[in-house]
């Protein structure tokens, strides 16, 4: 599917409930700079992240937690300006919303205002349940995301699979009615059992989107340089590579060097 934009219809929030109520999947990836940001709207994905996964795959950091406000504004803000149609949703980055709601309204007005994005991702539950309910009261669209939350890496001290455990699972649970109950228009559930996401799906009336989570939920969401292969050292058993750009970048690139070096460029027809 390619998108031609005139007479575009955004989606919305609205609408990624009524397609969870139609039966229709909701697609999701990461963008993190303009030229991608157009390129994946283009292309008909329903809603952009721009993720802070942007940590990792941009800014070359082990984990997301340095990622900080203005770069993630800066990212968002050169997203935004390429997308038409897709929804578009903004990480908050780690420390801008756990300390107390009062941060969390400030740091999300900020995002709102500097980028003119569609709405934010928060990680987690109960724990940091007034500050969605903040950000959510000054009319900004939250999604939640549970499961294997990156910004808590350092509690677990491993990314592996989540909610494996009674304990864990049934707390994942009461945390999705609770950010539904609150208001959140959808969550992001990663990396946790597909029967647990399944059911979870089933009982909420907001769509949940998985990464990892098996294909029982109403839509996924990948980061884009895993799926395109610009990333191949990462291979979680979740991932499937739908191209390996690195390859094709190498490729280029090395014969780019090679023609300068021979002198085969520029040729006649490339110089003025
Ligand atoms: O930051 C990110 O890319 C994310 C996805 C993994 C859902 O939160």
């Known amino acids: ?10 989606v919305t929030t609205q609408r990624l409930i009524e397609m969870k109520k139609r039966g229709e999947k909701i ?21 952009i992240l721009v993720g802070d996964s942007a940590s990792n795959v941009i800014c070359g950091n082990v984990t997301t937690l340095p990622i900080t406000l203005d770069q993630m504004i800066f990212l968002a803000k050169s997203v935004v300006r390429g997308v038409k149609r897709a929804l578009v949703v903004i990480d908050m980055p780690f420390g801008t919303y756990q300390g107390n709601s009062r941060e969390a309204i400030t740091s999300a007005i900020r995002i709102m205002k500097e980028t003119h994005g569609d709405c934010l991702k928060m990680e987690g539950g109960e724990e940091v349940i007034e ?16 499961g294997l939350m990156p910004q808590s890496i350092n509690k677990y001290g491993t990314y592996a699979v989540r909610a494996q455990e009674e304990e864990e699972a049934e ?44 294909g ?13 292969g610009l ?3 990462f291979s979680p058993r979740f991932l499937r590579r739908y191209a390996n750009l690195e390859a094709v970048m190498d490729n280029a690139i090395k014969h780019y060097v090679d ?14």
């Open 27 to 47: 697609s999701m990836l990461t963008a993190y700079d303009y030229t991608m940001g157009s390129i994946v709207d283009r292309a008909g994905v329903d809603v």
């Open 131 to 146: 500050s969605i309910k903040r950000v959510l009261s000054a009319g900004i669209p939250v999604m939640g995301h549970l």
């Open 216 to 228: 029982g939920v109403d839509g996924q969401v990948l980061v884009i340089h895993d799926m395109l």
């Open 171 to 214: 707390k994942l649970i009461r945390d999705a009615h609770l950010l539904e109950e609150t208001g959140c228009f959808g969550i992001v559930l990663e990396k946790i059992p597909a029967k647990l996401a399944q059911q979870i799906a089933s009982e909420l009336t907001i769509p949940v989107i998985g990464i990892g989570a098996g």
């Open 1 to 10: 599917m390619s998108i031609h934009f005139e007479n575009v219809r955004r």
């Open 231 to 233: 990333n191949n050292d």
């Open 259 to 272: 023609d300068v070096k021979s002198g085969d460029f520029p040729n006649e027809q490339e110089q003025y």
